[in-house]
């Protein structure tokens, strides 16, 4: 049997301006899947799975994904969808799609890329079986529900079964194809957005959810159970809960189970909270400033580019070089990062000079402005990472900050060590994150969480959305 696959993966926030475009975006062409795979890790899950089984032929198609930023490119979209289907033009017969989507991807003047995608694929293959992985804050569409056979979403927040979530849609799949099994799948809205750092799954009561699923699953007529969260930070008329349940052949369970774990989710919502300190911007600097272990790290929540902000809000700079300057003593600051390739410009051509330079506030009009330093550019890296961006640690009295000319996430200390600084040893790291990654946890003595003002603002109360959410 012949599986099509292929994957769009990105968070898509509607409070950043930026159009993110072929220079952002990661593609993988047919094959070149092959040697990528653990750069696009659902994908791999799925590829995995099907290479361990004779029975079948994979067609490998389009793979994009990019740093979670503002909306797609519409342009570029639709030619990267051209392509995805131009890799078919020569197959007779397709068996099955099994794709690695986000569930969130939005395409400026279009609006939801899964809807858009599945929409021509059945009208193209109107017969033809899709099956589809997804993220824990899919953002559920009618479209997408009744064009698909099965989903399955991530059941870790953060992510760490995103391999086990691509393997899992390819095992449904193979299970549908091979039984001639006809899933049916339920699912139930919650009008409600939640901050995705108030449903981590280690957590209460995210935690208790995740069991339920599991519980779930454990009955022989259903194939898979997902919290779909969507995503807070678009405002977006599809956005909001969703509970999904696939189930063999059986509607009446799958619907009710969605209702179950709906209103499971309903019966908890009250318990969702933060789940380290979060405080202003400024007390969450000068409680980091009175610890005497470290690292301590703080999180700039507001401006997140992990969950599609602009990674250039200067708000925590303004405050370290502002009202706590004389109360930094001699503490040492390392700051993850600034997105601005014109200061990264100006830095490479005065190299370990002391110049005076205005940093971020490009693309962050809303909430900041650009903030204008007095330092030294120390150092350089180029080639970063797989958008091969340039890097520079720029030093001031204050603190050392990380300049990028891509707008990229700082999830690990990957940035850190191809800087080569001694980061465990620094009192204070400030990531442009919500809740750590598992390496920053490890690293972290103590933390605590800014809430800062930004495109993924966590007090979601203070963005403008337009439609009528329930907001936790």
């Known amino acids: 049997m012949k599986i099509a696959i292929g994957g769009f993966f990105h968070e898509s926030n509607t409070f950043n301006p930026i159009i993110t475009g072929i220079e952002d975006i990661v593609v993988f062409h047919q094959d070149e899947i092959y040697a990528n795979k653990s750069s696009y890790v659902m994908a791999k ?24 930023n503002g909306e797609i490119d519409k342009e570029y979209y639709l030619h990267l969808k051209e ?42 293959y109107p017969n033809t079986p899709i099956f589809s992985a997804l ?17 399955v979403a991530f059941k870790t927040a953060p992510h760490i079964d995103v391999w086990e979530t691509g393997y899992k849609i390819a095992e449904i799949a193979d299970y549908s194809l091979q039984n001639k099994v006809k899933t049916k799948t339920g699912y139930t809205k919650v009008n409600c957005l939640i901050a ?6 280690e957590c209460q009561p995210m ?22 969260l969507g995503f807070p930070w678009a405002d977006a008329e599809e ?3 969703t509970a999904v349940v696939v189930s063999n052949n059986n509607q009446e369970k799958a619907d009710y189970y969605a209702k179950y774990l709906a209103d499971k989710f309903i019966e908890n919502k009250h318990l969702f909270d933060f789940s380290m300190p979060s405080l202003p911007p400024e007390q969450a600097l000068l409680e980091a400033l009175k610890q005497d272990k470290k690292p301590v790290f703080v999180s700039d929540s507001g401006d997140n580019p992990t969950a599609g902000s602009t990674a250039d809000n200067t708000e925590i700079i303004r405050i370290l070089t502002n009202e706590l300057k004389d109360k930094i003593n001699n503490k040492t600051i390392l700051i993850a990062g600034i997105f601005d390739p014109i200061a990264v410009e100006t830095c490479q051509q005065n190299l370990d000079q002391e110049i005076e330079l205005f940093v971020g506030g490009v693309y962050d009009t809303k909430y900041c402005k650009p903030v204008k330093l007095k330092g030294i550019a120390i150092k350089k890296v180029e080639g970063f990472g797989m958008l091969n961006t340039t890097l520079i640690l720029f030093k001031t009295k ?14 690990n200390a990957d940035m ?57």
């Not at 935690?207 to 779909?228: F, G, N, P, T, W």
């Not at 933390?447 to 936790?472: N, Q, W």
């Open 45 to 68: 899950g799925i590829i995995d799975y099907f290479q361990s089984n004779t029975d079948y032929q994979l067609i490998p198609l389009v793979f994009a994904k990019a740093v979670p």
């Open 398 to 411: 204050e603190f050392e900050l990380i300049l990028c000319s891509k707008h990229i996430g700082f999830t």
């Open 416 to 472: 850190f060590k191809a800087l080569q600084i001694d980061y465990q040893n620094k009192d204070i790291i400030v990531v442009k994150l919500g809740y750590l990654t598992e390496e920053f946890i490890e690293d972290a003595a103590v933390s605590f969480m800014a809430l800062t003002r930004g495109c993924t603002d966590e007090v979601l109360s203070r963005l403008d959305y337009t439609y009528p959410y329930e907001l936790i």
């Open 207 to 228: 935690k208790s959810l995740i069991q339920e699923l599991h519980k779930i699953e454990r009955d022989d007529d259903i194939l898979s159970a997902s919290y779909c």
């Open 135 to 151: 993220d824990m804050h899919a953002s559920m569409t009618k479209t997408m529900m009744n064009k698909t056979e099965a989903f």
């Open 83 to 124: 392509k995805f289907f131009a890799y078919l033009e020569n197959e007779t017969q397709i068996d099955a799609f099994v794709l690695a989507l986000h569930g969130s991807m939005r395409v400026h003047g279009i609006g939801s890329a899964e809807s858009d995608l599945l929409v021509d694929i059945k009208k193209r």
């Open 239 to 241: 956005n909001g809960v």
């Open 196 to 201: 995705g750092e108030k449903s981590e799954t």
